[in-house]
Nanobody
Framework: QVQLVESGGGLVQAGGSLRLSCAAS????????AGWFRQAPGKEREFVAA????????DLADSVKGRFTISVDNAKNALFLQMNNLKPEDTAVYYC????????????????????WGQGTQVTVSS
């Protein structure tokens, strides 16, 4: 019954920006922590960003710090990933996910802590 749907991916030149959205049903981002992961061809899925809105905590992978921002719009029950100054190495399928336990006091960058995942949206950055 929990569904997550990503959108906003596409093709962009290096240095450009994209904003990814994750619409949720059956679970609220105001209660559950959430995160973004990505998987490039031939590579394992890796952590990108996480947020725990209730305690105001965010966590970003070193590779995207200063360029990406994760946020939640509670009115729309939507999760966002603002991606600025994109690089070719950012090319991947991006997935949003929610943590398996509500009311936690910290963020998590580990896949096993997330129990619901979206279908992914493709981001391609050309040079």
């Amino acid at each position: 019954q929990v569904q997550l749907v990503e959108s906003g991916g596409g093709l962009v030149q290096a240095g450009g920006s994209l904003r990814l959205s994750c619409a949720a049903s059956g679970r609220t981002f105001s209660t559950y922590g959430a995160g973004w992961f990505r998987q490039a061809p031939g590579k394992e899925r890796e952590f990108v960003a996480a947020i725990n809105w209730r305690v105001g905590n965010t966590d970003l992978a070193d590779s995207v710090k200063g360029r990406f921002t994760i946020s939640v719009d509670n009115a729309k029950n939507a999760l966002f990933l603002q991606m600025n100054n994109l690089k070719p190495e950012d090319t991947a399928v991006y997935y949003c996910a929610t943590e398996r336990h509500p009311g936690l006091t910290t963020t998590s960058r580990w896949e096993w802590e997330y129990d619901h995942w979206g279908q992914g949206t493709q981001v391609t950055v050309s040079s």
